[in-house]
């Protein structure tokens, strides 16, 4: 079992779905804030693969992408020393759990939650999974006891949903799960997408042009973002909602500089579009390459099946009693 530091009380559980390479998004939004909270909390980190599948995915990639998360995490800074970072589908008792919530879950409250109402909106030939996935989430939440769950406010209702099942399912047959907090991570944190910047930067976004992958070579990163929707002020100004796109460089150099926007104005106060991009570019680039170095000393190493086996086991573990407790408190044995 991992050791943790004897001053790391709380813990929190967060995954990303290997739903395609990830991007400089999740890394700014997701990961750079996991690498933070490292030493801060116990930390579940999983790669949400059974999420994924609830659209459509091509197995060969996806099987790709998800070794490639877990290589990803780990070039991007997230010890495996200090945290538990394992594969969802690895561990049979998510499903199992999620059962079990499922048979606890009013159809009705499952009907009010907007993410599936937007993406169910975008394709009539959605399967169930799509629908049920806030109750899978509740399961791997629930699973650990965790105290904290720190997502984007888009996933705040999930959260919550999770809290609900949680709580009525204690009241209805006793003890058996800790009720975990959201965590609202930092606003200003979104990247949006470098061609339409009014929309956020996704893996599985259509057009390549406005997404940059961390797996990307330089000149298609360079590239893009010399190519970044702008507007025709030539004013470097810090402005999400008259100038979405040179808002959208400006936050992406605070995350990864550690600037302040205002410094970065005063920086290219007089400066041209092209010159700002091409600082950008490099900014990203550095970020980038470095991260893309680490990988592939990684990607191929035994060292990776280590830690992924060893966290299948001590996770498995963990979830399975879980699963034993709710069973017997809902009368599933003999
Ligand atoms: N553009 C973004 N800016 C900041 N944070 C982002 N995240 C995603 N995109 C941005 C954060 O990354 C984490 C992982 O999210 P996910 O993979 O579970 O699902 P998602 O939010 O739906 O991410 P994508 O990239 O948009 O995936 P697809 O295209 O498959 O739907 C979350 O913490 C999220 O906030």
């Known amino acids: 079992m991992k050791e943790f530091s004897e001053k790391v009380t709380k813990s929190i559980l967060t995954g990303i779905q290997p739903s395609g390479v990830i991007t400089l998004g999740n890394y700014i939004g997701a990961i750079k804030q996991m690498v933070r909270m490292q030493d801060e909390f116990k930390s579940y980190i999983f790669i949400a693969d059974m999420h994924a599948i609830t659209v459509p995915q091509d197995p060969v990639k996806l099987h790709e992408n998800i070794r490639s998360l877990v290589a990803l995490y780990l070039a991007c800074g997230i010890d495996p020393d200090k945290n538990i970072i394992f594969i969802q589908s690895e561990n049979e008792y998510h499903a199992n759990i999620s059962w079990l919530l499922e048979c606890n879950t009013p159809f009705g409250e499952l009907s009010r939650m907007t993410q599936f109402k937007d993406k169910s909106s975008k394709n009539v030939n959605f399967y169930a999974g799509l629908f049920t996935y806030p109750v899978l989430m509740a399961a791997d939440i629930l699973a650990y006891d965790v105290d904290y769950v720190p997502v984007g406010i ?181």
């Open 154 to 334: 888009d996933q705040k209702q999930h959260v919550e949903l999770a809290r609900n099942i949680a709580e009525r399912f204690n009241k209805k047959y006793g003890d058996t799960f800790k009720i975990p907090d959201v965590y609202i991570t930092k606003e200003g944190t979104k990247v949006t997408d470098l061609v339409d910047p009014t929309k956020k930067m996704s893996k599985s976004s259509e057009n390549p042009k406005g997404t940059i992958r961390l797996l990307d070579d330089e000149a298609s990163i360079r590239k893009k973002i010399m190519g970044a929707t702008t507007d025709s002020d030539c004013l470097i100004k810090y402005d999400p909602d008259n100038k979405p796109g040179i808002s959208n460089l400006i936050n992406i150099c605070v995350a990864l500089t550690g600037k302040t926007a205002s410094e970065i104005e005063q920086e290219f106060t007089g400066k041209n579009y092209g010159e700002f991009k091409k600082y950008v570019a490099d900014v990203v680039t550095e970020e980038i390459l470095g991260i893309q170095k680490r990988y592939h000393e990684i990607i191929n190493s035994d060292e990776l099946d280590k830690i992924l086996d060893e966290n299948a086991c001590v996770t498995r573990e963990i979830a399975k009693n879980k699963f034993m407790l709710m069973k017997h408190k809902m009368g599933l044995y003999k």
